[in-house]
């Protein structure tokens, strides 16, 4: 196994001492309790306490401390889990046999992990390489005609599985599930079969008047939804998330409450189904917006 240059010079300093002990007279119990203390010391003053030696260091952020308890007030107050980082950078200098075998482990660990995940069906991640259903792949084929691009997650993902989104295959209709989300009132609400033909903002107003109508709903919450409907149509925005385009992360569409869902949907990405987010005009500004060509 190769040293290091701080390894080597650690040991040298160590023989050096034990034979400057050797020449003293002194008992051997004296004399081990003095290299103990010696090898203990270069990790220097317990960095909790600084009241005694350090003993130990910790393998995650390499803070000294001197007792366990000493360790468990370090983990507590910077929430640190006392694990080896795996994936933490170190210069190829500073690597020696045992950091090999560190990366070899922890190959072999993702290596263990894939090949469980592949024998079992319920923790497959991905779509590549399996067949769509009949009625996915024809949802998919009309989307694509309709110049929309649907996307499905693995069918044990929940979004999958919540999922209403249907094709009538006899009319050539389809009826989407849309969820809405209304950030100024910590609200949301879901349609779950919206006909495509329907003009995006046709219930907003029926939403808000039953989500007002219940027992639970609060005074001030109340008053935001009376706000909200009172401006009418013209003072609200309907947004939707850019998915599946990295150049469009956390941008959002801004969708023509006038015009039906088939429209707003023409030219843009949906992961299984769309999600929109209802604001009212005055709050258009917080939301970065892509404007399409």
Not at 15 to 35: F, W
Not at 36 to 46: A, K, Q
Not at 248 to 268: I, P, T
Request: glycine letters at 4%.
């Amino acid at each position: 196994m190769k040293i290091t240059e701080t390894q080597a010079e650690e040991r040298d300093q160590i023989e050096a001492d034990m034979e400057d002990l050797s020449k003293e007279d002194i008992t051997e119990e004296d004399g081990s309790s003095r290299i103990s203390e010696m090898i203990r010391s270069r990790l220097g003053i317990c960095e909790v306490c600084s009241g005694d030696v350090a003993k130990y260091t910790c393998p995650r952020c390499s803070i000294h401390t001197c007792s366990v308890r000493c360790s468990k007030i370090h983990k507590e107050e910077i929430e640190c889990s006392g694990q080896r980082n795996k994936t933490a950078y170190k210069p190829l200098k500073d690597f020696n046999d045992l950091d090999v075998l560190s990366d070899y482990r922890m190959l072999e660990e993702i290596g263990r992990s894939v090949d469980t995940c592949k024998r079992d069906s319920t923790r497959k991640v991905t779509r590549i390489g399996q067949e769509l259903t009949v009625h996915l792949h024809k949802l998919r084929a009309a989307c694509f005609k309709r110049n929309t691009r649907i996307r499905f997650m693995p069918s044990v993902m929940i979004k999958h599985k919540e999922n209403t989104t249907r094709l009538d295959w006899r009319t050539n209709e389809i009826s989407w599930r849309v969820s809405w989300r209304v950030p100024q009132l910590g609200v949301s609400f879901v349609d779950e079969k919206f006909p495509e033909d329907n003009e995006i903002g046709a219930t907003i107003e029926e939403h808000l008047s039953q989500l007002k109508s219940l027992e639970n709903t609060g005074e001030d919450l109340k008053e935001q939804i009376d706000f909200l409907i009172a401006g009418g149509r013209s003072s609200l925005r309907i947004l939707m998330p850019a998915e599946m385009q990295y150049k469009y992360s956390g941008k959002y569409y801004l969708l023509e409450l006038g015009k039906s869902l088939k429209h707003n949907l023409r030219g843009k990405d949906i992961v299984e189904y769309p999600c929109l987010v209802l604001i009212s005009k005055e709050h258009l500004s917080s939301y970065q917006i892509v404007y399409e060509k």
